[in-house]
């Protein structure tokens, strides 16, 4: 037997994506990744697949050298919404951050990678939609991470700290997922 990749059909990509998202849910990242490729097979430029194949990336951030940091940040230069492409630029290097808080990393050598999930944040709270305020959320987070990295606080509480989300996948281990509207 040769198994080779089967295409799905175009009108199923919107249950796919969908799929996709439940799986991200459900802390199935791998799973989530592999149907947002079939997508990308079919409709290469599908923004809501390239948007999703990137957070999924960072939900399998561990803080080690082996993490995929240059394959999300590809995948989500590749946004062409401006708010978008900064808003999920700024998830990038917040959740990279937090990854290696919790793989034990010096909290203080972490910093410009929050300031610079902030500057992404800054940047996408200037182009926002209308009532949209989740850049100003992330922001926030960030702000309270460095007062908690800078605070000087014990590596065990800043690493806890980081964990914030349970992960919005989930499993035992449950992971807070960035739920947008709309």
């Not at 009108?11 to 799929?19: E, G, M, T, V, Y």
Request: with cysteine; hydrophobic share 35%; net charge negative.
């Amino acid at each position: 037997m040769d198994p080779k990749l089967k295409p799905i059909s175009p009108d199923s990509i919107a249950a796919a994506l969908a799929k996709a998202e439940l799986y991200r849910y459900l802390n199935e990242p791998e799973e989530a990744e592999s149907i947002c490729h079939d997508i990308l097979a079919i409709e290469p430029e599908s923004q809501a697949a390239l948007r999703l194949i990137g957070l999924t990336i960072t939900d399998e951030f561990k803080g080690q050298p082996t993490d995929r940091y240059a394959e999300a940040e590809s995948t989500f230069q590749k946004l062409t919404d401006p708010y978008e492409r900064s808003y999920c630029m700024g998830l990038l290097f917040e959740r990279r951050g937090k990854a290696q808080l919790r793989a034990g990393h010096t909290p203080q050598a972490l910093v410009p990678l929050f300031e610079e999930a902030m500057r992404y944040f800054a940047e996408a709270e200037k182009i926002r939609p209308h009532a949209n305020d989740e850049s100003i959320l992330r922001w926030n987070r960030c702000v309270r991470l460095l007062q908690t990295i800078v605070g000087g606080a014990p590596q065990e509480e800043v690493a806890f700290d980081a964990g914030d989300s349970p992960p919005v996948s989930g499993g035992s281990t449950s992971r807070r997922k960035e739920v947008r509207a709309g």
